[in-house]
């Protein structure tokens, strides 16, 4: 949990840091691969649980992690040229107006996000759909996120204003919601809209994070107080 939140909160800023010039393209790589991780982590547990004991689950993520730390002891070398490079003036984001709804933004998809995961089986379960069945849904709704978690950091970055972006995935958020409340059998549409507008908006939240702001620095504190 520690990492997760350390991670997520100085990866846009190192993607700011460190290729100004790309952040588009480099967002699209960090969102898709941290989905795409995060599906395959979920997804082989359970296999691994059922023939090994839990350690060995357990393990096997140490390991990755243990990878990752030693891949990430290379970037040190740099820290003292990023230091200096620092800006003197702190930027308080908790008065910035384009902070608040960049926040809330990333809290409203990240509750329908979790919300869908949590209570979506469940719900079609209810509505007359097998168990089994309503697991393929849930692995719909998080397939069809990941392309648009790499595509919307390199539109968003090219575009003037990303309102009509943003103001789309709401428009893709509450029809998607609607659907599968009033009609259940329509779950499919609905779950590809939620999908296709959580992956949008959750890219477009790590694209703002650098490029709202004009410095590393300002770009972590705007992630952690997202």
């Given at each position: 949990?520690?990492?997760?939140g350390?991670?997520?909160?100085?990866?846009?800023?190192?993607?700011?840091?460190?290729?100004?010039?790309h952040?588009?393209?480099?967002?699209?790589?960090?969102t898709?691969?941290?989905?795409?991780?995060g599906?395959?982590s979920?997804y082989?547990?359970?296999?691994l649980l059922?023939?090994?004991?839990?350690?060995?689950?357990?393990?096997l993520?140490?390991?990755?992690?243990?990878?990752?730390?030693?891949?990430?002891?290379?970037?040190?070398?740099?820290?003292?040229?990023?230091?200096?490079?620092?800006?003197?003036?702190s930027?308080?984001?908790?008065k910035?107006p384009?902070?608040?709804?960049i926040?809330?933004?990333m809290?409203?998809?990240?509750?329908?996000?979790?919300?869908?995961i949590?209570?979506?089986?469940?719900?079609?379960?209810?509505?007359?759909m097998s168990?089994?069945?309503a697991?393929?849904?849930l692995?719909?709704l998080?397939?069809s996120?990941?392309p648009f978690?790499?595509?919307?950091?390199?539109f968003?970055t090219?575009?003037?204003?990303?309102?009509?972006?943003?103001?789309?995935?709401?428009?893709?958020?509450?029809?998607?919601?609607i659907i599968?409340?009033?009609?259940?059998?329509l779950?499919i549409?609905?779950?590809?809209?939620?999908?296709?507008?959580?992956g949008?908006?959750?890219?477009?939240?790590?694209?703002?994070f650098?490029?709202?702001?004009?410095?590393?620095?300002t770009?972590?504190?705007?992630?952690?107080?997202a």
């Open positions: 949990g520690i990492g997760i350390f991670g997520n909160v100085l990866a846009p800023a190192v993607i700011k840091a460190k290729f100004p010039l952040i588009g393209i480099m967002t699209g790589y960090y898709v691969v941290m989905n795409v991780f599906g395959l979920s082989g547990t359970a296999p059922k023939s090994f004991h839990y350690n060995v689950a357990i393990s993520i140490g390991i990755v992690t243990l990878v990752t730390i030693i891949i990430w002891s290379f970037q040190l070398k740099g820290k003292q040229e990023m230091a200096t490079a620092l800006p003197r003036k930027v308080n984001v908790w910035s384009i902070s608040w709804q926040t809330i933004l809290g409203g998809q990240s509750l329908i996000f979790y919300s869908l949590n209570w979506m089986p469940a719900y079609l379960s209810q509505s007359g168990i089994s069945e697991g393929v849904y692995s719909v998080q397939i996120i990941i978690t790499f595509i919307t950091p390199i968003a090219k575009m003037k204003s990303q309102f009509t972006l943003t103001f789309v995935t709401g428009l893709l958020f509450i029809a998607g919601v599968m409340l009033c009609v259940p059998q779950a549409i609905s779950t590809i809209l939620i999908g296709v507008a959580g949008i908006a959750f890219g477009l939240v790590n694209t703002f650098s490029l709202r702001t004009e410095h590393s620095q770009a972590a504190k705007l992630s952690g107080m």
